[in-house]
């Protein structure tokens, strides 16, 4: 028995309820099922402190295409989602909450502020799920994971004692970025590059020995209070007589040495460049291999250092607690305090005022900055923990190299390769408290540094009570580099992980490959020995109508939650998915989301006529047995949709598979076959009725399967509607092509009377003849049988109150011609027709085939075109020549006969 379908199609009431209705039956829920191929994703972990944005719907819209076309061709999926703690984001978001209350950090106590975080965790950690619950995201939710739940700060705890073991993670002085806003070290894919305005500072040193000036420039010259050498190249013939020497320092009248190094390019400048070893990773370099002091003049927050600053690195230094690389610490003096561009206003007038600035030079340069709060981030060497990253990435380039990784598209594979071949010790140590504590403890008595998978009371070397643990956390990345595993339940052999495990597709942006993506593929293949999925799916950004990126600063986001409060979930699928194409940025307006909107009402509408005349006795068994020829166009098209949309998917091409959706629908469906269906549905035969109606239903059910991944809610509540194979239609079988279904030979003829219609039509257009207006139509053909069979078709479609097929017609009359491959066509329009205006145009018409025909014929005339084409290209260059010969002899002969009139 048919449902009936409200009037309109109203998301707002389908959507939820539809939803609730996939919850309550568990078919998001993964079973483990033997047998079955299976196929994994897990969600790129959105921050707790998200709110969900056009990114976030295209990444999990395409996401949930992919799950749900799987799980209906047959596979055993699992969508596993989660959030990620997102430390730096999360612990400013509290920190900001806490300021508002007036307190500190440090005013509560560690403790005390992470209660407050899982607290914060609590109310606002679950916001950005529901949102992507909205979108129609089909996640096993009884599987969802968050990075600092108890499985995934097992497994973070497993891995770092196992690199540790390993000599593969290691504490140590080095140069970090450090944010002095965040108050915490940052990884270098955690840097953004801005353009910005600024200056070279040409500044003037004097060589001890020889009295002369050396010329060098700088665009930070608050950071010469730092600079411990001069760096000249040992080949350069300019400064050949300098080896040796030493300049004095401007400012502080210190006595720094010049050193040889190849960091000096003899092609830039002047070839002289300061040495900065605690402000600079090159300079940091420099200094290790001249064994350079190392003094940092920059306090973690961002201001000139002081005494107070000074006495707490001596103190360091005179208890023997320094390590290798440990920097000292400058007195400023008369800067201490200021923040960094104060210092350098300042430095800048000391310099000038003592003759020691040659010239200042603007430029743009890129500055980093930090990806989340977007201060300028300062280089500062900072004893840290690093991972030891050559071991590792030497297998992750093998595995994508090799093709047990591949990316889509392919280009992309560049990015990672250079992000994994000019990659750095990583640095994972960050100075904040809410993040996976560093599982290392340091003895006050005997010195030891202990690392340990269960916390620590005493110290294993020598028994002592009196440890500590270290106070940083892990870089939020390192958890979510194990996101793959971790989260089913590794380092455990759950059965999870032994069914699901290798994943299957990632699907994530071109902009966090360094981020995450490259710290995936190497941790799988460090503790798993086995790499983390198989395919990497890359795609752009959403950028507004203009092909602005989206941003705060600009205004220009759009919420996707208002979208879909006034168009549906299903219309915002849809528009992200039209025109996709894997790694390319997309654009988004309102025009696209109403024509997808419309083209939902025009899928609604076509069910709702298909259910008005099923009715309630209507019994659904499968195609009759006898088609017709316009039964047979439709299922073969159907069947070779069904085929070209699953390779389209297949192959990750969504915006193709769609967007063959959206014109067999629109076009094949609604506007031809509905059509032509209602010759029969409106007509007295019982039989031919019930067949129209069994194809309709047919028909119907592959579009709605096919556009299931796309638009689940309105294809679910119309399969409802409709007889239907299975309880929901995301549990139904895929449509698989089938042979016995493919008529080709129908087409072909179908396809003939459809363009005689198309034609005619046209030309009514042309003429601006109203469809009220009926006319008789002749159809001149040798091909009797295929248009006797589209006579009605005619009649309905192109405006005829009465059709005559035949071979060929004696005079009839004043009539206008219509040409098309198969028949010449003629409607005895009468006095309707301008014949002088008909002979113009037929006349430009002949002109227009004339000019392709001279075009083709020079072609075939070409030995060098007929030599070296394909066969099947000449050919086919020799039938279109056969062709339009034909056409234009009855052209003319039509120009012929309204000269006559």
Not at 220 to 229: F, I, K, N, S, V
Not at 233 to 248: F, W
Not at 639 to 648: G, Q, Y
Not at 652 to 674: R, S
């Amino acid at each position: 028995m048919a449902k009936e379908l409200a009037k309109q199609y109203n998301p707002s009431e389908v959507e939820d309820r539809t939803y609730d209705f996939w919850c309550k039956n568990k078919y998001f829920h993964a079973k483990r099922e033997e047998g079955k191929k299976t196929y994994t994703i897990v969600i790129p972990p959105p921050n707790i402190t998200g709110q969900l944005h056009m990114g976030h719907a295209l990444d999990n819209t395409l996401q949930d295409i992919l799950i749900r076309y799987h799980r209906m061709a047959g596979y055993d999926t699992l969508w596993l989602p989660g959030t990620d703690h997102a430390s730096i984001a999360t612990e400013a978001k509290i920190v900001e909450k806490m300021r508002e209350e007036g307190i500190t950090k440090e005013d509560l106590g560690r403790d005390k502020f992470l209660e407050r975080a899982w607290d914060w965790k609590k109310q606002y950690g679950g916001r950005i799920i529901e949102q992507l619950k909205k979108m129609g995201s089909s996640c096993d939710w009884d599987r969802e994971r968050f990075t600092l739940d108890e499985g995934c700060s097992k497994a973070v705890r497993e891995v770092f004692v196992g690199l540790y073991d390993k000599d593969l993670i290691y504490r140590g002085n080095r140069m970090v970025n450090w944010c002095p806003h965040c108050n915490t070290s940052i990884s270098d894919a955690e840097v953004e590059y801005e353009e910005k305005e600024g200056n070279f500072w040409h500044l003037l040193y004097t060589v001890k020995e020889t009295g002369e000036k050396l010329e060098l420039a700088t665009t930070r010259p608050e950071t010469m209070l730092g600079d411990t050498a001069v760096a000249i190249n040992g080949d350069d013939p300019r400064y050949a007589h300098l080896h040796g020497c030493h300049v004095i320092l401007p400012l502080l009248n210190k006595e720094i040495p010049i050193v040889c190094d190849e960091h000096a390019d003899m092609t830039k400048g002047t070839g002289v460049v300061k040495i900065t070893p605690a402000h600079d990773p090159n300079d940091f370099e420099v200094g290790l291999r001249h064994n350079l002091p190392i003094v940092r003049t920059f306090t973690y927050d961002g201001h000139m250092t002081g005494a107070k600053d000074k006495a707490v690195a001596d103190e360091i230094f005179a208890s023997g607690r320094a390590t290798q690389n440990e920097p000292e610490v400058l007195d400023c003096g008369k800067y201490a305090g200021m923040t960094t561009l104060e210092a350098r206003k300042a430095i800048i007038a000391d310099l000038e005022a003592g003759g020691y600035i040659k010239e200042i030079e603007p430029l743009k340069h890129d500055v980093g900055t930090c990806y989340r709060c977007h201060s300028t981030i300062e280089p500062m060497v900072s004893k840290q923990w690093f991972v030891k990253m050559d071991p590792l990435a030497g297998p992750a380039i093998d595995a994508v190299e090799n093709g047990d990784i591949k990316f889509v598209p392919e280009r992309f594979k560049k990015n990672y390769m250079s992000w994994m071949r000019g990659t750095r010790d990583w640095c994972i140590s960050r100075q904040l408290w809410w993040g996976h504590r560093i599982p290392a403890w340091y003895c006050d008595d005997c010195g030891a540094t202990m690392v340990s998978k269960e916390d620590l009371c005493e110290c294993t070397k020598c028994g002592s009570k009196n440890i500590k643990q270290d106070p940083d956390t892990l870089d939020t990345w390192f958890s979510s580099a194990l996101w793959p595993f971790s989260t089913l339940g590794w380092p455990d052999e759950t059965e999870d992980l032994k069914h699901y495990y290798p994943t299957n597709t990632l699907v994530t942006g071109y902009d966090i490959i360094g981020f995450w993506v490259s710290r995936m593929i190497f941790s799988g293949l460090a503790y798993t020995d086995k790499a983390p999925f198989d395919t990497v799916l890359i795609h752009g950004l959403v950028r507004d109508a203009q092909g602005r990126k989206m941003s705060k600063s600009l205004g220009n986001g759009i919420d996707p939650l208002e979208i879909i409060d006034k168009y549906g979930a299903d219309a915002l699928r849809f528009t992200l998915a039209t025109g996709n194409s894997p790694g390319n940025d997309m654009r988004f307006s309102d025009d696209k989301v109403m024509a997808s909107r419309n083209f939902a009402n025009k899928l609604w509408n076509a069910a709702r006529f298909v259910l008005m005349y099923l009715g309630d006795d209507f019994k659904y068994n499968g195609l009759p047995q006898n088609l017709l020829i316009e039964d047979k166009w439709i299922v073969s098209k159907a069947n070779s949709l069904a085929k070209e949309v699953t390779e389209n998917l297949d192959k990750y091409e969504l915006g193709i598979a769609v967007q063959k959706l959206y014109d067999f629908i629109w076009d094949v469906f609604c506007d031809w076959y509905i059509e032509i269906a209602k010759i029969r549905l409106q007509g007295d035969d019982e039989s031919a009725k019930d067949d129209v109606k069994a194809v309709l239903v047919f028909v119907l059910t592959y579009i709605l399967k096919l556009l299931h991944p796309f638009m689940p809610f309105i294809t679910e509540e119309i399969y409802q509607a409709i007889p239907h194979d299975a309880e929901s239609i995301m549990v139904s079988e895929w449509c698989k092509f089938d042979e016995s279904l493919t008529f080709e030979a129908d087409e072909t003829e179908m396809e003939k009377i459809m363009a005689s219609i198309r034609a005619i039509r046209n030309r009514r257009a042309e003429m601006n003849i109203p469809p009220s207006k009926k006319s008789k139509v002749f159809i001149e053909t040798s091909n009797i049988a295929t248009f006797s069979n589209g006579v009605d078709f005619v009649k309905r479609l192109a405006y005829a109150n009465e059709v005559e097929v035949n071979e060929s017609f004696g005079d009839l009359g004043n009539v206008v011609t219509i040409i098309t491959d198969d028949a010449r066509v003629y409607i005895p329009l009468g006095d309707l027709v301008d014949f002088e205006a008909e002979k113009k145009r037929l006349e430009k018409e002949l002109a227009t085939a004339e000019d392709k025909l001279e075009f083709i014929n020079k072609k075939l005339n070409n030995p060098g075109f007929v030599n070296k084409a394909p066969e099947k290209v000449v050919q086919q260059n020799k039938d279109d020549a056969a062709k339009l010969e034909e056409k234009i002899a009855q052209i003319k002969k039509s120009i012929e006969e309204i000269a006559q009139q």
